[in-house]
């Protein structure tokens, strides 16, 4: 089905979706693209011939592994129930990838997450981002919740269509950024520039940070710079998806022609 992309690892690939009700969700809907789905050797009766009729409709193939095989695939050992699906992520992809494809003079515009931990927010921050027609969503593989139902649910479905990119860690997917010419800036409380108001870059790349302690230090050091999202009545922070969703509609703005042409 993926041909060109074999080669990829399947995190960077696939979501993987687990639970019997979000499998046949997931085989019910003809927006989404099943690679195949996976049941556990100990399932049985009425619920496995219900997927095997679900999966055979939609010509996808059904695998037998071990309990403990699912449980692994799946990441989840309470919420498997024995079955799940790996649905195709079609604009999910290696930020190498991404960055291979950009024209070197072409206006990009990314969302970076630095240990953001918390699956609704991460889901948020996806469907906003989506909305607002940003080129990607970096996810690293580390440090950030994989996408699984619970992100799937706070990005109202979104996440399977999210132009999600992948890297080992953040720090890294960043190097790799600003080494393609893209400016890597740190969403801060503290910084000088205004997200608001300063001239950005035609290829930036905005960082959020963890919910608690702000950007990392690996992070940090991978930064051209900082800008903040101007604060008034005393408050010192936001949530991390309501400043996704203002940075990411921000982005949209001076791309849509709203402001003076940024600098290059």
């Known amino acids: 089905m993926l041909a060109s992309v074999s080669t990829r690892s399947p995190k960077d690939t696939y979501i993987t979706v687990y ?9 019910a809907d003809p927006t989404l693209a099943v690679d195949k789905v996976i049941v556990a050797d100990t399932m049985c009766g009425a619920m496995l011939g219900e997927i095997h009729s679900a999966a055979r409709r939609r010509e996808v193939p059904v695998q037998r592994a ?40 072409a206006a990009c515009a990314v969302l970076v997450l630095d240990a953001v931990t918390n699956p609704a927010n991460v889901g948020m921050v996806l469907r906003t981002a989506t909305a607002a027609g940003l080129d990607g969503v ?27 990119l992948r890297a080992a860690s953040a720090a890294e997917g960043c190097a790799a950024l600003r080494e393609a010419g893209v400016t890597v800036l740190g969403l801060t409380s503290d910084a000088a520039c205004s997200l608001l108001r300063d001239p950005l870059p035609t290829r930036v ?28 009545g005393g408050v010192e922070s936001l949530n991390v998806a309501s400043a996704a969703a203002i940075a990411s509609y921000e982005l949209l703005r001076r791309r849509s022609g709203d402001v003076p042409a940024p600098t290059p």
Do not use: Y
């Open 138 to 164: 970096l996810l690293p593989r580390r440090g950030v919740p994989a996408i699984d139902p619970l992100v799937i649910k706070a990005s109202a479905g979104v996440a399977f269509r999210a132009p999600v």
């Open 66 to 105: 071990s309990a403990h095989r699912v449980k692994v695939l799946a990441g989840n050992g309470r919420h498997d129930q024995g079955v799940l699906a790996d649905v195709v992520a079609r604009r999910m992809r290696p930020i190498t990838e991404f960055l291979d494809a950009l024209p070197r003079e």
């Open 19 to 27: 639970g019997r009700k979000p499998v046949l969700e997931a085989l």
């Open 205 to 232: 790349a905005l960082v959020l940070g963890n919910e608690t302690d702000g950007l990392s230090g690996e992070v940090r050091a991978e930064l051209d710079g900082t800008i903040a999202i101007p604060m008034h």
